[in-house]
Nanobody, 126 residues
Framework: QVQLEETGGGSVQTGGSLRLSCAGS?????????MGWFRQAPGKEREWVVR????????YYAASVKGRFTVSHDNAKNTLSLQMSSLKPEDTAMYYC??????????????????WGRGTQVTVYS
């Protein structure tokens, strides 16, 4: 059974940092398929935060988080992490990790990621 589980969410003051982790079972997160972090704020659509191609290490960040968030993948530990710094109230959302079934990230839509965790809540207060 495919499973993804996110941990590390919480509440933090503006300008603070959090580190999210996503643990996968089976081949998930240890394959060469595109994986990523997404988020969804109340009343808003789910949006991608960052995608990572573990095959070549290429990363694709949303403009809103570039320079503040850093994604990393540990194939041996089967984990995907997201280091978030300089957090802003607008970063408040439920954060999800997801895995696609394609070995490229460019042009993928959210619907191209069939495997999802249940999410972890991040709240940034001013």
């Amino acid at each position: 059974q495919v499973q993804l589980e996110e941990t590390g969410g919480g509440s933090v003051q503006t300008g603070g940092s959090l580190r999210l982790s996503c643990a996968g079972s089976g081949y998930i997160l240890s394959s060469s398929d595109c994986m990523g972090w997404f988020r969804q704020a109340p009343g808003k659509e789910r949006e991608w935060v960052v995608r990572l191609n573990p095959h070549n290490g290429a990363t694709y960040y949303a403009a809103s988080v570039k320079g503040r968030f850093t994604v990393s993948h540990d194939n041996a530990k089967n984990t995907l992490s997201l280091q978030m710094s300089s957090l802003k109230p607008e970063d408040t959302a439920m954060y999800y990790c997801a895995q696609s079934t394609t070995n490229y990230c460019v042009g993928l839509r959210i619907s191209d990621f069939p495997y999802w965790g249940r999410g972890t809540q991040v709240t940034v207060y001013s």
